[in-house]
């Protein structure tokens, strides 16, 4: 397996060092062949190649068999003329990861910022909704109409809410069978109104399970008031950014979310979190988030390849970022001493004694 690896801004180059350590472990101790690639996108490719990503790099990752992304610090890039282009979404678009699958639990040992333990996963459209760097063929979908009155528009299509609908009644058909659909069709009556009709249209594809549907703002409420009773949410590119953050702190911290952004060729894993400038440079970001996206990246292949191997070795990986929790392996965020690096050496040590 070929994985291009971007470590990206701020905090991406300590994580995904982190990272790249335990993805070689798992790759020696399961005989997975794996070879990391290293690439740069954005603030390093602006300030060497004019642009914070390429057709190059594009061409790159599509010829290889998967994409680990850094954490990217996107507010600083304003203009796209300027090269300035989201790396996220540049990738979430031009390879269709049309699924951004953002999975948050609690875990025994860590100190819980809820009554319940909670284990769900918030599935959540990447390639349209209200994100105006991806919802036209040239330019953005944001205006300035006068100096003073700016009009951004919300892309929704019946494709995408089908294909995000779909990604989540089978994701809950291996899990508790629970699918609640995440909406604004109160306000935003045609677009989250053909949304949720949709996912009510593929809920009879799938009779064993059980669907309810909450409306955004009241969501936030229920998830902080009982995240227990949630198992798959399924909602709008944007919500389900906010949501999914939400999601994580509640689990611990934002640096516990691992992602997968996934279409039906591509895969990317990358952290949920940003590049969290306020903690760079110091060895002190929980590489958890990134671990646990190239596990799920590593499941996603071994999903597509058939090779079981790769499914084992995502495991041994989550089984030993457990264990790091229940014995208060951790970075400071989770209420642990540890540092970025030594967290890495602390499971990797944990895996390679893993029995396969
Ligand atoms: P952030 O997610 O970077 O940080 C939010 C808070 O969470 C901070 O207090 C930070 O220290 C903490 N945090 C984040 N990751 C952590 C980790 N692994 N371990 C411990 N604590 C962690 O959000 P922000 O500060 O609003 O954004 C910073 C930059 O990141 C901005 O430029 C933003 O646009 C960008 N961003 C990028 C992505 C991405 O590349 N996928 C996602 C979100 C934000």
Redesign the pocket.
């Known amino acids: 397996m070929k994985i291009v690896v971007i470590p990206?801004d701020?905090?991406g180059p300590e994580?995904m060092a982190a990272c790249d350590e335990v993805m070689m472990a798992a790759s020696q101790h399961f005989d997975l062949d794996l070879e990391l690639e290293h690439e740069i996108a954005g603030t390093q490719s602006l300030k060497k190649r004019g642009a914070t990503v390429t057709h190059e790099l594009l061409d790159l990752v599509k010829s290889r068999d998967g994409l680990m992304l850094g954490?990217?610090?996107?507010?600083?890039f304003k203009d796209e003329s300027k090269g300035e282009i989201n790396p996220?979404m540049f990738f979430r678009k031009k390879l269709d990861l049309f699924a951004n699958i953002r999975p948050s639990k609690t875990y025994p040992g860590l100190a819980k910022r809820v009554a319940q333990d909670f284990d769900l996963i918030v599935v959540r459209e990447n390639t349209e909704g209200f994100y105006a760097d991806r919802n036209v063929e040239s330019g953005g979908s944001e205006m300035l109409i006068t100096p003073d009155v700016v009009i951004s528009l919300r892309r929704i299509t019946r494709l995408c809410c089908e294909r995000i609908a779909k990604s989540a009644f089978e994701l809950a058909q291996h899990r508790k069978k629970h699918v609640t659909i995440v909406h604004k069709a109160n306000v935003l009556k045609l677009g989250d109104g053909m949304f949720i009709d949709i996912c009510h249209a593929t809920a009879k594809d799938y009779p064993e399970v059980v669907v309810d549907d909450f409306i955004v703002d009241a969501m936030m409420a229920h998830v902080v008031r009982a995240p227990e009773r949630f198992d798959v949410i399924v909602t709008t590119n944007m919500f389900g950014d906010i949501l999914s953050d939400l999601t994580a702190e509640l689990s611990g911290?934002?640096?516990l979310a691992g992602t997968l952004n996934a279409g039906t060729q591509y895969a990317m894993g990358?952290?949920a979190?940003?590049?969290?400038?306020?903690?760079a440079g110091q060895n002190i970001?929980?590489?958890l988030?990134q671990i646990i996206s190239g596990a799920m990246l590593l499941t996603w292949h071994g999903q597509k390849t058939g090779q079981a191997k790769f499914l084992a070795a995502a495991q041994a990986i989550e089984s030993s970022a457990l264990h790091l929790m229940q014995t208060a392996q951790v970075?400071p965020?989770v209420g642990g001493n540890l540092r970025t690096d030594s967290t890495a050496q602390a499971l990797v040590k944990h895996l390679l004694a893993t029995p396969h």
């Open positions: 990206g701020g905090i994580t954490p990217m610090a996107t507010y600083e996220s911290s934002l640096g990358q952290a979190h940003g590049s969290a400038p306020d903690i970001a929980n590489p988030s970075t965020d």
